[in-house]
């Protein structure tokens, strides 16, 4: 099985403040997906990251792809307390039927 | 927009019994997924099916079983509810092709008494 390891687990900030959330592993993937998830809701895609090194920009969302293809991370500029959720990366597999490992997930809570 | 469609929101049943979680998509897709979340794991791959009649084990198959006998639905069995499968379980979609997202349905939070 293939593990991706993402931290922090958690998360707490003030309004305004950056942060960076990182998502690790050591076997390559084809591409990288980062998904969002509200309480009651189930996760929705953010972004997909395909090419070693991409960057990729979503408002005040910034994803990064590792250039090996291993790692990722996703930086949010200025929070604000509507990013409030779980955060989750989740790497594709190079062969069949589009099956995800997902990292365990960032609690982030952003307050006023 | 895709719909994922869980039977159920929340759901209470006893240990030995067997329990039926139902999921229907409407986008035609062809792979469909069962995850089950817990705290500070994630989501963990129950079963996966890339066609009707199909399925494939995930990582965490034990206890659970899978029947998809139409394109849009997938069903996961518990065979014999345990008190270790209370739990939310999520059921997701996608196209066949490479990077396609999975399209999540709002889940259904099991409670096994």
């Known amino acids: 099985t293939q593990l991706l390891e993402q931290s922090p687990q958690f998360l707490s900030i003030q309004e305004g403040e950056n942060l960076t959330v990182y998502c690790n592993s050591s076997?390559?993937?084809?591409?990288l997906q980062w998904y969002r998830q509200e309480p009651g809701e189930g996760p929705v895609l953010l972004v997909t990251?395909?090419?070693?090194?991409e960057v990729k920009k979503l408002k005040r969302l910034t994803f990064q792809f590792g250039d090996a293809r291993k790692d990722s991370s996703l930086h949010i500029t200025a929070a604000q307390p509507g990013d409030t959720g779980l955060y989750l990366c989740?790497?594709?597999?190079?062969?069949?039927?589009?099956?995800?490992?997902f990292g365990q997930g960032t609690i982030l809570t952003v307050h006023p | 927009d895709v719909k994922v469609t869980q039977s159920s929101r929340y759901l209470v049943k006893r240990t030995g019994e067997k329990v039926f979680l139902e999921c229907v998509q409407d986008m035609d897709h062809e792979n469909m997924f069962w995850y089950r979340q817990d705290p500070g794991l994630g989501l963990r791959l129950i079963y996966f099916s890339y066609d009707v009649k199909m399925k494939e084990k995930g990582d965490i198959p034990e206890g659970y079983s899978v029947s998809r006998e139409k394109k849009e639905r997938f069903s996961l069995i518990l065979e014999s509810a345990s008190t270790n499968q209370t739990s939310m379980y999520l059921c997701a979609s996608s196209l066949s092709m490479l990077r396609q997202p999975q399209h999540f349905g709002d889940g259904t939070r099991l409670s096994i008494l």
């Open positions: 990251v395909v090419t070693g090194g």
């Open positions: 989740a790497g594709l597999h190079g062969t069949s039927y589009g099956k995800l490992t």
């Open positions: 076997s390559v993937f084809s591409s």
